[in-house]
């Protein structure tokens, strides 16, 4: 994503010390290199979510929930097993991630949803 507007990145890297920044547009990637320079870096203030891909990675985690609940004899998530719960979340994550990388590569439609 790009690291001024968030929109899919163009190709365009930057690193800056220790850090690699992705940009959309030769525009954006100065912007952010003044934003970097000038110390005046702006960071979200609100994170953003792809609701479409949270669903698509909570139905991709069924499976690991379902095994999960049996193991720890209770659907109730609270009552599980500390290290079953990170593990569901880990798996969800990684699936939304999946996803989100997915539609950044290939492109996305609300068609394809439909």
Same mark, same amino acid.
């Given at each position: ?7 899919? /990145? ?6 800056? !010390?220790?850090?690699w @920044? =992705? ?9 952010? !290199?003044?934003?970097?320079? #000038? =110390?005046?870096? %702006? #960071? ?5 979510i ?7 990675? /909570?139905?991709?985690s069924?499976? #690991? @929930?379902?095994?999960?609940? !049996? %193991?720890?004899?209770? @659907? ?8 079953? &719960?990170? =593990?569901?979340?880990?798996?969800a994550?990684?699936e @939304?991630?999946?996803?989100? #990388?997915?539609?950044?590569? !290939?492109?996305?439609? &609300?068609?394809?949803? =439909?």
């Amino acid at each position: 994503m790009c690291s001024y507007c968030l929109k899919p /990145v163009g190709g365009l890297l930057f690193r800056w !010390k220790n850090r690699w @920044y =992705g940009a959309c547009s030769r525009e954006h990637l100065n912007k952010i !290199k003044e934003q970097l320079e #000038t =110390g005046q870096r %702006e #960071t979200l203030k609100t994170p953003m979510i792809n609701n479409d891909a949270v669903i698509d990675a /909570v139905s991709s985690s069924k499976d #690991t @929930y379902i095994k999960l609940a !049996k %193991e720890n004899k209770s @659907y109730v998530l609270h009552e599980w097993e500390k290290d079953d &719960r990170v =593990g569901l979340f880990r798996e969800a994550i990684k699936e @939304y991630l999946v996803i989100c #990388t997915e539609q950044a590569n !290939k492109g996305f439609s &609300r068609e394809d949803n =439909g």
